[in-house]
C-alpha cells in the first residue's frame, strides 16, 4: 500500500521474440556455458551454467543450499548449517524414474554416464528437455526458448494473480509494491522463477536462478512456443528437473533451495492484525473481545503505528506507553505478539539506527557512493544492503528490541523494497538494464558490487533471512516464525509469506485459491491472504465465506487497512459472528491433522493445499480445476466463493467422500451440486482417512493438554499423529513422536515411526462409525 499515486496503474506485457525472430540475432556477447547433470534420489535434474565474456562463473546462488559444484563462488555467509540431504529419503519416493523410460519423444534423452545421486557432472552432447535454447541477445539481455505441447499446462512461477494454470499468458518477475492486485499489472511482491510444466502425467521443472527481472512467456501467441526474457549482464544457472511426479519435481526443487522448519504451533492458530490499532488501549479491547467472546485467537499483530514515528526498532511512547506491560498482559492471556519491521531507516542525525548505519556504510550507496534516500512510511530513508552479512548481523541484533519487550513473532513488510513515487523502478516495457549505478542504488555480492535491478528480487528474502537469523540467535532453539512480503525462490527457508494488499472482493477471495497453490508449488508452503480482504470494505457474507475458506490457508490472519470498517469476527452482528467462530474453532479442531502437514512439508516440501493433480495426476478433469482443493491427501475443500450463492458443483474424484459434517458418503469420479449454507464446513473426507482432531481450545498454549480423537471416516482408516513440544529445535534432534495408525474393524493399532519425545497427553479417543471411546497409544 502507498498513499501516492503510482507512475502507471497497469501495464501490458510487450511481446517478447520468439524463437524464430530471435535466432536472426548474433549471439556476440556469449560466454561459457556448461550442462551438467545429477541425480536427486531418482529424479534427475540438467544444471546449465552460463557467464558471459569477462566473467569466469556463474554469479554466486542465494536460493541454492544443496550441491554447489565446487569452482562456484560457495556461500561463505551461511552461519548455520542447512539441511542435507537425508539418507532415508530415497526410501519414501513413489517409484523413482528413469527419463529414458518415457515414452514421450520429446522427454526421451540418453545419458552416457552413470549418475550418482547428488553429485554434478558434466554432460557431452546434451539434449535439453522442450527443445530448451538460450542466447545473450545484447549485453543486458538474455533469451530462452521452449516449446510447450499442446495440453501441456503451467503451474508454479511463484506469487502470480492468475488461474491456476499460467498458460497462454505472460508474466513478469520483478518484485513491485502492486497494491492493486489487479491482473494488468502483473508483477508482484514475490519472484519465484520454478514453472512445473505438466504434460499428460509427466511434470518437469524448469528453475531459472536470477534474481534480475524476468518475463515468462507461456505461449501468449498460442504456437506452442514459451520464451523467458532475462535483463541481466551477469550470468545465471538453469536447472530442468524431471520428469517425474508432481510430489517428486516439489521435493527435488526444495532439496535444492531448502524446506522450512516447523513453524511455531502457536503461528499455525488464528491471529488478528489491523492497520493499525492505534494504541495499547484498543489492543487489549481486541484481545479481550476474543477471550470473552470465546473466539479462539493465538496472536495480535502490530502494524506500523506502534512505533515511534515510524523508526523501526522502537515504540511510541505517547501511544504505546506501557509497550513491555502490554505485551506480558497479552502473554499471560496466551496471545503472541508479532510486531511489522520495515526496511527503511528514518533519515534521522538524532536516530541510532540510522547513524549506527551510515558510521559502518550499512545502507545501500548510488553510484556516486551517498546513501541512498527513498521515501516509505518515516519519509526520507536509508535501505540496508542486506546482502550483506555484516549488515544482516547487525540488523538481527537489532531485533533485541523486540525479544527483550518479549514480541514472539516479525513481520518484514515494503522489502521489494517499496519506495514511494518509485515503485516500478525500470520501465515495464524495458528491454535493456540501465548502467549498474543508474539503477537507484549499488549493492554488494561475492562478485563486486553491482546495480539494484540485478538483485532486486532477492532484497526480501535477505531481509528476513536477517529477522530469522536475528530471532534464532536471540532466543537459541525457539523455532522463529517472520512473516514476509516479499521474496525469491528459497524465501521458505527464513518465512511464511503472505501476498499483500488483496482487497474485499469477491473475486480476490475465489483468486486467493490457485495463487496459493502457485505458491505452495514453488516451495512456499506456510502462506495466507488477509482473511477478509485488506483494502475496500468487507461485507458479513464476504466475512463469513472467507473464514470458510481461511481456516485452510497454512498462514491463518485476519487483516484489513485503516480506512476501510473494521472486520474483526464480530463486526458484523451475531450471526456472521457465530459463523466465523465456528471455522475458526473448526481451524483448531484440525491442528493436529495441520500440524502433521508441516511436518510433512518440512521433510519432503510437499504443500499443505495442494491442486487436484498433486494426487490425481491421471484424472483429466480433475486437473483443471481451482476453485476446490486438496488439503493434504485426505480433505477436499471447495468452498463458496460468489456472493449471494449456496449451491455450488463439486468434482469428487474416484473413491468414495464423506461429507465433513456427517451425512451419506458420495461415489466420486463425478460432479455432484452441493448446497453449503453459510455456516457449512465446506469439505469433503476421503474414505479410509484418519483424521486427527483436537478438542476445541482457545488458544494453542492449550493444546499440549486438549483431547485428541481419531475420526475414522468409513470403515477403516489410516493416519499420521506427529506430537512435539510445539516450540523449540528439539524435533530436529529426533524429541518427537510420530505414528502411524491403523483402524480395522474398530481396532486402532498404532506405529511409533518415532518416539523421541515425553509427552504428557494422555487422552485419545477413536471416533468410529458415530460412536468415541478411549483408546491409548502404545507400542502393539
Ligand atoms: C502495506 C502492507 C499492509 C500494511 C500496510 C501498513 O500496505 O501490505 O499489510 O498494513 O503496509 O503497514
Redesign the pocket.
Known amino acids: ?2 498513499p501516492v499515486e503510482m507512475a502507471s496503474d497497469w501495464e501490458s506485457a510487450r511481446k517478447l521474440p520468439t524463437r524464430a525472430e530471435a535466432k536472426r540475432r548474433d549471439n556476440v556477447f556469449a560466454g561459457q556455458s556448461v550442462v551438467e547433470n545429477a541425480l536427486f534420489a531418482g529424479v534427475e535434474v540438467i544444471r546449465v551454467s552460463a557467464w558471459p565474456k569477462g566473467h569466469n562463473a556463474p554469479p554466486h546462488s542465494y536460493a541454492i543450499v544443496h550441491a554447489v559444484s565446487p569452482g562456484l563462488v560457495e556461500d561463505a555467509n551461511v552461519p548455520y548449517e542447512e539441511e542435507p540431504w537425508p539418507d532415508d529419503m530415497d526410501d519414501e519416493l513413489e517409484g523413482p524414474e528413469r527419463r529414458v523410460e518415457q515414452s514421450n519423444q520429446d522427454l526421451a534423452r540418453e545419458f552416457a554416464d552413470v549418475i550418482e545421486d547428488g553429485q554434478w557432472q558434466e554432460v557431452v552432447d546434451p539434449i535439453l528437455p522442450l527443445k530448451l535454447e538460450w542466447q545473450q541477445s545484447s549485453e543486458t539481455c538474455w533469451q530462452f526458448f521452449f516449446d510447450l505441447a499442446p495440453g501441456a499446462r503451467c503451474l508454479g512461477l511463484g506469487e502470480r494473480n492468475s488461474s491456476l494454470n499460467l498458460r497462454s499468458s505472460s508474466h513478469t518477475l520483478f518484485n513491485t509494491d502492486n ?1 492493486l492486485h489487479i491482473e494488468s499489472m502483473d508483477s508482484m511482491y514475490k519472484s519465484i522463477p520454478f514453472l512445473i510444466i505438466e504434460q499428460g502425467e509427466h511434470f518437469i521443472g524448469l528453475f531459472l536462478d536470477s534474481p534480475a527481472r524476468q518475463r515468462w512467456d507461456l505461449d501468449s501467441l498460442i504456437t506452442s512456443q514459451a520464451s523467458i526474457e532475462l535483463l541481466s549482464r551477469r550470468g545465471w544457472q538453469l536447472y530442468c528437473i524431471g520428469p517425474s511426479t508432481l510430489p517428486n519435481i516439489v521435493k527435488t526443487f526444495t532439496t535444492l533451495t531448502g524446506r522450512a522448519k516447523l513453524p511455531p504451533m502457536w503461528a499455525i492458530g488464528h491471529q488478528q492484525c489491523r ?2 490499532y492505534p494504541d495499547q488501549e484498543t489492543v487489549i479491547r481486541i484481545a479481550h473481545e476474543f477471550r470473552q467472546r470465546r473466539i479462539p485467537c493465538d496472536g495480535i499483530v502490530l ?2 503505528d506502534y512505533m515511534d514515528d515510524y523508526r523501526v526498532f522502537t515504540s511510541s511512547a505517547e501511544r504505546f506507553p506501557d509497550f513491555k506491560d502490554l505485551i506480558s498482559d497479552l502473554s499471560r492471556n496466551n496471545f503472541k505478539v508479532t510486531a ?1 519491521i ?1 526496511p527503511g531507516v528514518k533519515e534521522d542525525s538524532k536516530y541510532f539506527v540510522y547513524t549506527d548505519g551510515v558510521k559502518h556504510d550499512y545502507f545501500c550507496k548510488t553510484g556516486d557512493d551517498k546513501v541512498f534516500i527513498g521515501e516509505v ?1 518515516p519519509g526520507r530513508s536509508a535501505f540496508p544492503d542486506f546482502l550483506k552479512q555484516e549488515v544482516r548481523m547487525w540488523w538481527a541484533a537489532q531485533h533485541g528490541f523486540h525479544t527483550e519487550n518479549g514480541i514472539a513473532g516479525i513481520w518484514n ?2 522489502n521489494e523494497p517499496a519506495i514511494f513515487k518509485n515503485q516500478e523502478p525500470l520501465a515495464w516495457d524495458a528491454d535493456q538494464l540501465p548502467a549498474d549505478d543508474d539503477q537507484l542504488f549499488m549493492q554488494e555480492t561475492p562478485e563486486g558490487r553491482i546495480g539494484h535491478f540485478e538483485v532486486r528480487n532477492l532484497y526480501g528474502s535477505m531481509m528476513s533471512r536477517s529477522s530469522f537469523e536475528g530471532m534464532l540467535a536471540l532466543r537459541p532453539n525457539q523455532r522463529p516464525f517472520v512473516l514476509t ?1 516479499s521474496g525469491y525462490a528459497g524465501v521458505q527457508r527464513y518465512a511464511a509469506v503472505w501476498l ?2 488483496n482487497m474485499s472482493w469477491w473475486h480476490h477471495l475465489s483468486r486467493s485459491i490457485p495463487m496459493l497453490l502457485n505458491m505452495g508449488m514453488s516451495g512456499v508452503a506456510f502462506s495466507g491472504v ?1 482473511i477478509g480482504g ?1 483494502g475496500h470494505n468487507c461485507s458479513g457474507e464476504l466475512l463469513t465465506r472467507w473464514y470458510a475458506l481461511g481456516m485452510f490457508y497454512p498462514f491463518f490472519r485476519n ?1 484489513c ?1 485503516m480506512k476501510g470498517d473494521a472486520q474483526e469476527p464480530w463486526a458484523f452482528g451475531p450471526v456472521v459472528e457465530a459463523h466465523c467462530k465456528k471455522f475458526i474453532e473448526t481451524r483448531y479442531r484440525l491442528l493436529p491433522y495441520i500440524y502433521s502437514l508441516f511436518w510433512e512439508n518440512s521433510r519432503s516440501g510437499a504443500p499443505l493445499m495442494r491442486p487436484m493433480a498433486w494426487h490425481y495426476p491421471e484424472d483429466q478433469f480433475a486437473r483443471e480445476l481451482d476453485d476446490q482443493f486438496l488439503f493434504g491427501e485426505n480433505l477436499l475443500v471447495a468452498p463458496i466463493v460468489e456472493r449471494g450463492r449456496t449451491w455450488r458443483s463439486v468434482y469428487l474424484p474416484e473413491g468414495l467422500w464423506h461429507p465433513f459434517e456427517g451425512g451419506e458418503p458420495l461415489q466420486g469420479g463425478q460432479v455432484y451440486k452441493i448446497q453449503w449454507n453459510l455456516d457449512a464446513i465446506p469439505v469433503f473426507v476421503k474414505d479410509g482417512s484418519l483424521i486427527p482432531m483436537s478438542d476445541v481450545i482457545q488458544s494453542t498454549e492449550d493444546y499440549a493438554r486438549a483431547p485428541i480423537t481419531f475420526h475414522c471416516f468409513g470403515k477403516s482408516g489410516r493416519g499420521v499423529f506427529f506430537e512435539d513440544d510445539g516450540n523449540s529445535l528439539d524435533y530436529e534432534n529426533g524429541d518427537y513422536n510420530e505414528w502411524r495408525l491403523k483402524v480395522d474393524d474398530g481396532q486402532l493399532i498404532a506405529q511409533p515411526v518415532e518416539l523421541g519425545f515425553d509427552s504428557r497427553r494422555k487422552d485419545f479417543r477413536l471416533l468410529y462409525n458415530g460412536k468415541a471411546e478411549s483408546v491409548t497409544l502404545s507400542i502393539s
Open positions: 500500500m502507498k497494491h492497520w493499525s502494524d506500523i511489522i520495515d512510511w513488510d515494503m512480503r499483500g494488499d488477509d485488506f487483516h487497512w
